[in-house]
């Protein structure tokens, strides 16, 4: 059994010196912060979004590319909009001695609270060439009127 000299020279890190060094408690990240976990080769990331407002409506553009119109399951329940979807891939590649199969699962959900103005039965959504787009319509919200004193007479 080797033992190893800390950065320093020594046997065992002092707690000034080689304990609170930057590599001293270095592993490997099971977080990718560019959207998801990582391991073993699997990524679970989450699709960018776009949201942006119109006087007529809201408008959430997510890009998804390589994934189908069925591969997407929208909801709105109590007032959230949720986008989510699961695609599972399997490929099987057989040849003279050998089988190859491989396995891949995505999936990804966001949700959204809806504002108050936004009319949930009437939202669209359409997906083309890798986005998806939902269209959410505004109403119009009732302008409080001033407040008005009443004399007691």
Known sequence: MALSLTKTGRLLPTLSTDLFSDDFFTFPSLINWDGG???N???KGVPSVNIV???NNFQIE???PGMEKKDFKVEVDNGVLTISSEKENEKEEKGKNYTRKEFSYNAFSRSFSLPENC???K???AYDNGLLTLTLPK???SISKPKKEIKVS
Do not use: H
């Open 123 to 125: 939202i669209s959504a």
């Open 53 to 55: 407002e119109t006087s």
């Open 37 to 39: 976990l990582t391991g």
């Open 119 to 121: 009319l949930p039965e």
């Open 62 to 64: 997510m890009a998804a």
């Open 41 to 43: 080769g699997l990524t």
């Open 139 to 141: 109403q119009e919200v």
